[in-house]
């Protein structure tokens, strides 16, 4: 089993960038997929990011794509996600999450782990 921590969230103006991070315990990471879901004040979690296991393949949400930029070092058992030219619509509490795959997914119910969150909040 694989214990993930997020961290890195805060308050951040538009326009601004951030990164926040994912560290795994537990197991090493590179047996795992990973990905990024966000959830808003009274909206439901949705998707953001997600990345293979090798780090070979990338996907992302239409809201984020060109903006977020989804890595990992499996050296460090540790995945990022890269958060540009942010805007206040993206404020909400970022989850990693983690799959025991190969490939890259992006449905919540394909994800077996979850970290505790990091807040963003973005300042207009």
């Known amino acids: 089993q694989v214990q993930l921590v997020e961290s890195g969230g805060g308050l951040v103006q538009a326009g601004g960038s951030l990164r926040v991070s994912c560290a795994a315990s537990?197991?090493?990471?590179?047996?795992?997929?990973m990905g990024w879901f966000r959830q808003a004040p009274g909206k439901e979690r949705e998707f953001v990011a997600a990345?293979?296991?090798?780090?070979?393949?990338?996907s992302y949400a239409d809201s984020v794509n060109g903006r977020f930029t989804i890595s990992r070092d499996n050296a460090k058992n540790t995945v990022y996600l890269q958060i540009d030219s942010l805007k206040p619509e993206d404020t909400a509490v970022y989850y990693c999450?983690?799959?025991?795959?190969?490939?890259?997914?992006?449905?919540?119910?394909?994800?077996?782990?979850w970290g505790q969150g990091t807040q963003v909040t973005v300042s207009s």
């Open positions: 990345i293979s296991r090798n780090g070979g393949s990338t």
């Open positions: 537990g197991r090493t990471l590179s047996m795992y997929s």
């Open positions: 999450a983690a799959k025991l795959s190969i490939v890259t997914a992006t449905r919540l119910g394909d994800y077996n782990y």
